[in-house]
Structure formats: C-alpha cells, structure tokens
C-alpha cells in the first residue's frame, strides 16, 4: 500500500543537540511539507518542497534545516537553534498544491 | 498576509445534534479544503472546494464554499462518537495550503 512514513514516533534528545527526523513516501507525490502542531494548536509550516533538490522556507524555519536529494525522502533537522523544539511534527505530500494532502503519523519530540 | 479565522475554538455536543464550524478569511480565496485530526492521529483530508457557492456532502458531513469565496462551514447532521476529533480548514496559499487554528468538537454520549 502506498503511504506516508514518518520515524520515529517518540523521540527523546538532550537540549543542544541536532536531530533528524525522517519521513518517507511512495505515492510518487512532488511535494513534500513539514508541519509542526503544538499541544491545542494548528498547524504551522517549516518548509515545503515542490521538486527534488528544491525547497522552500514556511513560516517558522528558524532553526531547522531540510534536504531533497531524492523524490521519496524529505528528512527535517531540528538543530540547536531552534529554541523550543519539543512539539509533534508532521510530514506531508501531495501531488500538487490544489490537491489534498496525505499526512504521515507525526514524530514527537521531547527535548529535555 | 492571509489570514484564516475558525469559530468555534472548542464545541461540545450532545450524540444526535448537529455541529458547525466557520472558517473565515481575510482574502478572497482560490480553494479550500478540510481535514479531521482524530485525538494523538494527524490530519486526514476530508474534502476540496473550488466553486464559488459550492456544496458537498459526504454521508452526514456538509461543506460549503461562501459566494464570495471568503469564508466555507462544515455542517455535521446527529453527530455520533466518531464525529470526535478537531477540524481544520486550509485555505490555499502560494504552492502551500495555511491551516487555520482548527475547531476540537468533543461529542458526549
């Protein structure tokens, strides 16, 4: 079955250190989003991308970083310039801007 | 910038009454679309509206798209347990889709 994959679900860091986040699809989709949700909020957007080696930053990028080097794989950095980094993070593709968006299972984040 | 407005923020109902959120926007809008977040799930897309005045269905889900294209609702006709979870519009923006803050409906049986 075709789908959104992110990994991992739960994921633990000590405050100052970088850690990625991965989030894989085969649905064969040109673009790929981040989204983060704070507990009771919606969504806002980190990056997007809309071809391979191509991004662009949302409207909260300030300390993360992200790559496109293949269709399938649109990873997220969380560095230690972001300076509230734990929330739920969520992937998404889409074929094009004008159709929906299939989410991945989201990854939370806890920095201690 | 655009912005996007949802009302209410929170809605308890009873099983079997009706349920409806607004979403309203500061701009004319070229689409939108709603999506559902079950409680610890992520967000599935529910529908797309284009047509200004548009209105669908989906089995006891009503959406439609304002004449003016500034502002969409979804209706939810006896809502059941299931119907739980938050509901956002998106609005589309330049190549992105802007959610907006999202209405949590919480249905007590």
């Known amino acids: 079955d075709g789908g959104i994959t992110q990994s991992p679900k739960y994921l633990f860091r000590k405050e100052g250190q970088n850690v990625t986040l991965s989030c894989e699809q085969n649905l064969n989709h040109d673009a790929m989003y981040w989204y983060r949700q704070d507990p009771g909020q919606g969504l806002r957007l980190i990056y997007y991308s809309q071809i391979v080696n191509d991004f662009q930053k949302g409207d909260i990028a300030e300390g993360y970083s992200v790559s496109r080097e293949k269709k399938e794989s649109f990873p997220l950095t969380v560095t230690s310039a972001q300076k509230n980094p734990t929330a739920f993070y969520l992937c998404?593709?889409?074929?094009?801007?004008?159709?929906?968006?299939?989410f991945g299972s989201g990854t939370r984040l806890t920095v201690v | 910038g655009q912005q996007v407005m949802q009302i209410p923020q929170y809605q308890h109902v009873q099983e079997g009454e009706d349920f409806t959120t607004y979403c309203n926007s500061s701009?004319?809008?070229?689409?939108i679309q709603w999506y559902k977040q079950r409680p610890g799930g992520h967000p599935v897309f529910l529908i797309q509206?284009?047509?200004?005045?548009e209105v669908k269905k989906q089995k006891r889900l009503t959406f439609q798209f304002g004449e003016a294209k500034k502002n969409s609702s979804l209706h939810i006709t006896a809502t059941q347990t299931t119907d739980v979870g938050t509901y956002f519009c998106a609005p589309s923006g330049t190549y992105k889709y802007i959610f907006g803050t999202g209405t949590r409906l919480k249905v007590l049986a």
């Open positions: 701009t004319t809008l070229s689409n």
């Open positions: 509206l284009v047509k200004s005045g």
């Open positions: 998404a593709s889409s074929t094009g801007v004008n159709y929906g968006y299939t």
